[in-house]
T-cell receptor, first 114, second 116 residues
Framework: AQSVAQPEDQVNVAEGNPLTVKCTYS??????LFWYVQYPNRGLQFLLK??????LVKGSYGFEAEFNKSQTSFHLKKPSALVSDSALYFC????????????FGGGTRVLVKP | GAVVSQHPSRVICKSGTSVKIECRSL??????MFWYRQFPKQSLMLMAT?????????EQGVEKDKFLINHASLTLSTLTVTSAHPEDSSFYIC????????????FGPGTRLTVT
């Protein structure tokens, strides 16, 4: 079985400060990991993914994430947050042994204050 | 690229009626499409997986006779909520596997269903 945990319901950060959104996962096989962002009453927008290769992946809008196999984590980061980054962020995992279904974490609301 | 549309974006229907939601991949072919529902301030729950030309695979606890899914072409999947009840009110989101064998899913903008 595959699962994802996002331990923080909400993250508050001042504009210009670094932003980190945490994610840990559990899979049987190799993990395929994804981050998505959702704005109010909208679908999910793809930010970035880790499939294989470099542990540090860079994505859209200046976001990046680091795959850490020993800690089974895939935290999302942005060096300098913008007010427009305020949204709901979802981490998702797909188990290489389990077809193409995604399992989502509970989501983390990010609030960037000016 | 990899744009998914949904129609309608919002729908209000009376209890007992049926509602059809369309999901289209606009610039790629999606051999597999997924339907999710999302309750307020909660995560996405997968309802079913549909492959073009075959029957959908429903997740445990999802009534297949209530949530009818059709994936007639590589660019269109439909979800019909039959005999809708107020508890079916939710945000329904579809997605398709990205083009060219990409691993990520691309999501539609969602459909807000309200059953009165």
């Amino acid at each position: 079985a595959q699962s994802v945990a996002q331990p923080e319901d909400q993250v508050n950060v001042a504009e210009g400060n670094p932003l980190t959104v945490k994610c840990t996962y559990s899979v049987s096989g190799n993990p395929y990991l994804f981050w998505y962002v959702q704005y109010p009453n909208r679908g999910l927008q793809f930010l970035l993914k880790y499939i294989t290769g470099d542990n540090l992946v860079k994505g859209s809008y200046g976001f990046e994430a680091e795959f850490n196999k020993s800690q089974t984590s895939f935290h999302l980061k942005k060096p300098s947050a913008l007010v427009s980054d305020s949204a709901l962020y979802f981490c998702a995992v797909r188990d290489s042994y389990a077809g193409n279904k995604l399992t989502f974490g509970g989501g983390t609301r990010v609030l960037v204050k000016p | 690229g990899a744009v998914v549309s949904q129609h309608p974006s919002r729908v209000i229907c009376k209890s007992g009626t049926s509602v059809k939601i369309e999901c289209r991949s606009l610039d790629f072919q999606a051999t597999t499409m997924f339907w999710y529902r999302q309750f307020p301030k909660q995560s996405l729950m997968l309802m079913a997986t549909s492959n073009e030309g075959s029957k959908a695979t429903y997740e445990q606890g999802v009534e297949k006779d209530k949530f009818l899914i059709n994936h007639a072409s590589l660019t269109l999947s439909t979800l019909t909520v039959t005999s809708a009840h107020p508890e079916d009110s939710s945000f329904y989101i579809c997605s398709g596997n990205g083009p060219g064998g990409s691993y990520e899913q691309y999501f539609g903008p969602g459909t807000r269903l309200t059953v009165t």
